[in-house]
């Protein structure tokens, strides 16, 4: 272990955290290309992660005490395998902290819940034009679902269905 990867502490996200998680939503979205399609408020956060009957998770990466990451998963289920899976909404790591492990830290400590909790997969999903993530998550032996694809309903379509 480098001492920059000596210096990372990975854990789980407090109510306090919240301001927090939203600038890395933020500037998730920033770095996504996709600003103007953020909506989450404090009061979303605090419902959807912190809330007794939230489904949601997050982590909190600290890089010599100052947060610089955070990663928001929730459990999924496999018919096919008869188990719970993680899925991994989003992972972010700030700029300045790159190339310090971050990242793989937080992925590392999701792994280890999935074992924990006897889930049968860990996936997520990657945007094809991000190449340093692509290659990152290549470099951990993880592997594209080249095979699926992603269906969404939101919006007008989403109140369409349900009605």
Same mark, same amino acid.
């Given at each position: 272990?480098? #001492? ?10 407090? +109510?306090? $955290? ?9 500037? @998730? ?30 982590? +909190? ?28 909404? $989003? ?7 790159? !190339? ?12 280890? +819940? ?10 997520? #999903? ?26 969404? @309903?939101? !919006? $007008?379509? @989403? ?5």
């Amino acid at each position: 272990m480098s #001492s920059n990867e000596s210096s990372l502490v990975v854990r789980a996200a407090v +109510i306090e $955290d919240t301001p927090t998680i939203l600038r890395f939503v933020r500037d @998730l979205a920033i770095y996504e290309k996709a600003e103007n399609e953020v909506l989450t408020t404090t009061e979303h956060v605090h419902r959807t992660i912190f809330s007794p009957d939230a489904t949601a998770h997050a982590l +909190i990466c600290e890089l010599d005490g100052a947060p610089v990451g955070m990663a928001v998963y929730f459990f999924n289920y496999s018919t096919w395998q008869g188990r719970n899976g993680i899925y991994l909404e $989003d992972l972010y790591v700030d700029g300045a902290a790159r !190339g310090h492990g971050a990242g793989k830290a937080m992925l590392k400590a999701l792994a280890r +819940i999935a074992l924990e909790k006897d889930c049968g997969r860990f996936e997520w #999903s990657c945007l094809d034009w991000n190449t340093p993530s692509l290659e990152f998550y290549d470099s951990l032996g993880a592997l594209p679902q080249k095979e699926w694809i992603r269906y969404r @309903l939101t !919006g $007008d379509a @989403l109140a369409a269905l349900a009605n």
